[in-house]
């Protein structure tokens, strides 16, 4: 039921194939992680909440910046996108994050594919109080208008590990440096500041991510670290 007092009818689709599943493995570039998988095997979509969820992506979605293995779950209507991060770094738990073009931001949103769908009901259920609103709705403005938690290329660097490894491995110091490897719901930051072409730069597979301040003169190719 929504807020409205509406109910909304929850729809299965039918289990996810094996030649769809090595389908999405070619497509993200590995192993999917064990939920994911579990989820598959029982169906490939749900419809209802947010529409559609399609846990084996939905064609078309927006070019992420920082994740080129995306797994668009689910949509707003307005192109933006609920997207899956699968990668080595995660082979139990699919991390979810809300990726935004307007404003262009990515948040994080749930560390797993279990949270998320315990969050998407959680707007079914009175009092509705989901963090899909939170993130969707009041965290997407906030991260655009401040860059609380970045670090510059010298903060990086002082932070030693793999900050400093990461940082000193860039082309040049005009980065802002976002470390959300322990970030919360909401936690995120804003990749278009300097231009839909900005480069995006990610730490190998681990959620540390480096935003180019420059405003490209040119047009730029989007770089993402695998």
């Avoid at 998988?37 to 920082?66: K, N």
């Avoid at 979810?96 to 749930?110: E, M, R, Y």
């Avoid at 804003?190 to 540390?208: K, L, M, S, T």
Wanted: with cysteine; glycine share 12%.
């Amino acid at each position: 039921m929504n807020e409205d007092g509406d109910e909304v009818p929850l729809d299965l689709g039918p289990p996810a194939t094996e030649d769809e599943i090595a389908a999405l493995e070619q497509r993200v570039g590995g192993s999917l992680p064990r939920e994911l998988r579990e989820v598959l095997a029982v169906t490939r979509s749900l419809e209802g909440p947010l529409d559609v969820i399609d846990f084996l992506g939905i064609p078309g979605g927006m070019e992420v910046p920082g994740m080129p293995a995306a797994l668009e779950l689910a949509g707003d209507g307005f192109g933006n996108f609920w997207v899956g991060d699968p990668t080595p770094e995660s082979p139990e738990f699919l991390p979810v994050f809300f990726a935004c073009h307007d404003p262009p931001v990515i948040l994080f949103q749930s560390p797993s594919l279990g949270d998320f769908l315990r969050e998407v009901f959680r707007q079914l259920t009175p009092p509705h109080e989901s963090l899909i609103d939170v993130v969707h709705d009041d965290r997407t403005f906030d991260v655009w208008g401040s860059d609380h938690g970045a670090l510059a290329y010298e903060d990086a660097v002082a932070a030693g590990g793999e900050l400093e490894s990461f940082a000193r491995a860039l082309d040049h110091r005009e980065y802002l440096i976002h470390d959300l490897r322990h970030a919360t719901p909401g936690e995120g930051f804003a990749w278009g500041r300097a231009g839909p072409h900005a480069e995006v730069h990610r730490h190998g597979h681990q959620r540390i991510f480096a935003v180019d301040q420059r405003r490209p003169t040119g047009r730029l190719k989007r770089i993402f670290g695998r």
